[in-house]
């Protein structure tokens, strides 16, 4: 009688859950979406004094870490479209954050790196923006966030592949 039980259990989590079974608080993409919604907020609020969004830090952040590359270079290491990261790299140019220069093997492709200016508020922000960071997972232990950001890295790796939008450059 157990083990009719147990296989009733384990045929009923292996069945397909409907809307009504599923709550969209139980839901991956949901939660992945809100947790975004919640460090958008938080960084916007703690890093407010320098009027950059976590797009344009974490341009400003990778090329901080490659010195310098092209835009669909750079676009692709922090895994955006063509259009938002020329957007992104247009503005922070715009207030002398961002270099960008004809390549000089391809004259169609820009170079970007980071002005003086650039590196200077990069480092000014560093503390702020990973207070927005400390603040997204505050609740959770530090066995927790080790293994948040363990599971969402495996998420990741497992969907390198799937670049969506991002095949388009």
Known sequence: MRNAAKSKADAADAAPPSAQDWPLFDRPGFLARRVHQIHVSLF??????YAVTPVQYSLLSALADVGAADQTTLARSVA?????TTGALKRLESRG???????????RSLNCSLTDEGRRMLAEMEAPAREAHAATVAMLSP???RQLIE???KIVATHAGRQDSLDLL
């Open 44 to 49: 916007s609020e703690l890093c407010a004094q």
């Open 80 to 84: 955006l479209d063509r259009t938002t």
């Open 97 to 107: 954050l961002v270099r960008r220069s004809p390549a000089p093997a391809d004259r």
């Open 143 to 145: 066995r927790e966030r």
């Open 151 to 153: 599971a969402m890295k």
